[in-house]
């Protein structure tokens, strides 16, 4: 672990945060079709309780992949830049539990 922290959302309201620990995970995304990305390690918030979902570093993630939103037909996918392959919505999340 790499410290403590509160995390807010959109309502700033003490009351509203979600204490967390930072931490390294490993993960890989791997798509419907099976196409897998290598493992890579990043950054997480890592909340104390299992009733609200892992929340990613997506700065670390950002640096291999794009991030393509198109609101008029509702699309989004990540496009892995270190391959040039575009990846759909669809990730499924491997994560290494035993990260730590």
Do not use: Q
């Not at 390294?24 to 890579?40: A, S």
């Not at 008029?72 to 539990?97: C, M, Q, V």
């Amino acid at each position: 672990m790499l410290g403590s922290y509160a995390i807010r959302g959109i309502v700033s309201k003490k009351e509203c945060e979600v204490p967390v620990k930072i931490g390294k995970i490993t993960l890989k995304l791997i798509d419907k079709t099976g196409y897998e990305t290598e493992e890579r390690e990043i950054l997480a918030y890592l909340a104390e309780t299992n009733e609200v979902p892992l929340i990613l570093g997506f700065r670390d993630l950002l640096e291999d992949f794009k991030l393509v939103l198109d609101v008029k037909t509702k699309e989004a996918y990540l496009e892995d830049k270190t391959i040039g392959l575009i990846a759909p919505s669809n990730w499924i999340l491997k994560r290494d539990n035993h990260a730590g």
